[in-house]
């Protein structure tokens, strides 16, 4: 799994569930600008790419993640690192340990 994810071209970023980020691939470093050490650990509604007027639209997105629920196909803009914005499809799928928990 963790080969899959690093050398995915699609920018993947892990969070826990405290909405804390856990690691990223290189594809996303490379995507926004930021390398992993300066991500690792960010709360999602403080990560420095999700622009402040996109802070409520990432809340409620958490909030399905939360539920369990997955998304797909949503089309938002995040920032790069040297403040341009940049056009963005999001997927996040929650995971759930084996008791259906989730993680």
Do not use: Q
């Not at 909405?19 to 960010?42: H, I, Q, T, Y």
């Not at 790419?49 to 539920?67: A, D, G, K």
């Not at 998304?71 to 999001?90: A, F, M, P, Q």
């Amino acid at each position: 799994m963790e080969s899959f994810i690093e050398n995915n071209a699609d920018a993947i970023l892990i969070c826990n569930s405290d909405e804390r980020v856990e690691s990223m691939n290189k594809s996303f470093e490379d995507l926004f600008g930021w390398p992993k050490e300066a991500l690792v650990g960010m709360k999602i509604a403080s990560l420095p790419f999700i622009p402040s007027e996109y802070l409520e639209e990432t809340n409620r997105l958490c909030e399905r993640i939360r539920n369990g629920v997955p998304l797909s196909g949503i089309e938002t803009r995040r920032l790069h690192k040297d403040g341009e914005y940049i056009n963005v499809i999001i997927s996040a799928s929650p995971f759930f340990d084996g008791n259906g928990k989730l993680c």
